[in-house]
Nanobody
Framework: QVQLQESGPGLVKSSQTLSLTCTVS??????????WSWIRQSPGKGLEWMGA???????YYIPSLKTRISISRETSKNQFTLQLNSVAPEDTAVYYC????????????WGQGTQVIVSS
C-alpha cells in the first residue's frame, strides 16, 4: 500500500523559496509506474494541480507556474520535492502530494496535506 507524507515549513516569507518534500512508503517512485504530483488548495478555492514527476524523472508543470516551479526527486530516499520560487501571499494554501497510476484516471494515493502560509 503506497503512503505519502508531506514535510516542510509551515510559514515562509514573501519572495523566498518554498521547498516541500514528499516521502513515499509502500512503493517506489522509480519502479511503480505512477505520476508523482503536487496539488494545492487555496482558501475558498478548489484543488489546483501544480505539476508532477513521472517514474522515469520526466516533469510536467502547469503553465501559470512554469517560471517558478521545479519538481525533482531523491531516488535513494524514495522522495520527491517541490520548489516554488518567489512566493507571495497568494501562494498560501494546503499543499498535497499525490500519486496516480499511469493506467488509471484518478489519483489513488494522497498525503494528508500541509498548510503553508506566506507572510507579506
Amino acid at each position: 500500500q503506497v503512503q505519502l507524507q508531506e514535510s516542510g515549513p509551515g510559514l515562509v516569507k514573501s519572495s523566498q523559496t518554498l521547498s516541500l518534500t514528499c516521502t513515499v512508503s509502500g512503493g517506489s517512485i522509480t519502479t511503480n509506474y505512477y505520476y508523482w504530483s503536487w496539488i494545492r488548495q487555496s482558501p475558498g478555492k478548489g484543488l489546483e494541480w501544480m505539476g508532477a514527476i513521472d517514474y522515469g524523472g520526466g516533469t510536467y508543470y502547469i503553465p501559470s507556474l512554469k517560471t517558478r516551479i521545479s519538481i525533482s526527486r531523491e531516488t535513494s530516499k524514495n522522495q520527491f520535492t517541490l520548489q516554488l520560487n518567489s512566493v507571495a501571499p497568494e501562494d498560501t494554501a494546503v499543499y498535497y502530494c499525490a500519486a496516480r497510476d499511469r493506467n488509471l484516471y484518478e489519483y489513488q494515493y494522497w498525503g494528508q496535506g500541509t498548510q503553508v502560509i506566506v507572510s507579506s
